[in-house]
T-cell receptor, first 111, second 114 residues
Framework: RKEVEQDPGPFNVPEGATVAFNCTYSNSASQSFFWYRQDCRKEPKLLMSVYSSGNEDGRFTAQLNRASQYISLLIRDSKLSDSATYLCVVNDGQGAQKLVFGQGTRLTINP | NAGVTQTPKFQVLKTGQSMTLQCAQDMNHEYMSWYRQDPGMGLRLIHYSVGAGITDQGEVPNGYNVSRSTTEDFPLRLLSAAPSQTSVYFC?????????????FGNGTRLTVT
């Protein structure tokens, strides 16, 4: 079983739609959770950290469920510019910043 | 503000050749790391460093060496290139560990080994 699993997609949704991604992780000792965004042939960039109580940043909402070991990302009112690959990232629980990346979910927003 | 700078952007090597991928950051970050990204595999950690003089292995360290003589620089050495090392390599740095210390990535190096 992979440490971090994501549905690779691709997800194709119309502009203005709401889309949700889930990600599961296997290490119950993991303490830090992130969503990164990666545009085609570019480096990953932080979208948002995921806090235990859940957090929101504009149209983006992230949730953490420790009991079931998954995190989610919700994008509301999607824009064309949201087209990218979304990477679920989890630390390995050993203290240092050893992050484990999911393979990414590819999202395309259609006009 | 340069952030994380990687060189070169592209490189073609022949099997058996060696080379060094350079990485420098100007944010005074203690933590630096190298990842490789292959299709369908996500990013995989090669080596990382939590400070000058300290390095450790990640998930896929074989065939690569690193050193951290200064806070700013973290070069990655390919000892004897193999076609399996064809990949996109990303260097990253962060202030520390935890939710408030996200990784900052360089632009990447696209390496092809023939």
């Amino acid at each position: 079983r992979k440490e971090v699993e994501q549905d690779p997609g691709p997800f194709n949704v119309p502009e203005g739609a709401t889309v949700a991604f889930n990600c599961t992780y296997s290490n119950s000792a993991s303490q830090s959770f992130f969503w990164y965004r990666q545009d085609c042939r570019k480096e990953p960039k932080l979208l948002m950290s995921v806090y235990s109580s859940g957090n929101e940043d504009g149209r983006f909402t992230a949730q953490l469920n420790r009991a079931s070991q998954y995190i989610s990302l919700l994008i509301r009112d999607s824009k064309l510019s949201d087209s990218a690959t979304y990477l679920c990232v989890v630390n390995d629980g050993q203290g240092a910043q050893k992050l484990v990346f999911g393979q990414g979910t590819r999202l395309t927003i259609n006009p | 503000n340069a952030g994380v700078t990687q060189t070169p952007k592209f490189q073609v090597l022949k099997t058996g050749q060696s080379m060094t991928l350079q990485c420098a950051q100007d944010m005074n970050h203690e933590y630096m790391s190298w990842y490789r990204q292959d299709p369908g595999m996500g990013l995989r950690l090669i080596h990382y460093s939590v400070g000058a003089g300290i390095t450790d292995q990640g998930e896929v360290p074989n065939g690569y060496n690193v050193s951290r003589s200064t806070t700013e620089d973290f070069p990655l050495r390919l000892l004897s290139a193999a076609p399996s090392q064809t990949s996109v390599y990303f260097c990253a740095s962060s202030y520390g560990a935890g939710l408030d210390s996200p990784l900052h990535f360089g632009n990447g190096t696209r390496l092809t080994v023939t």
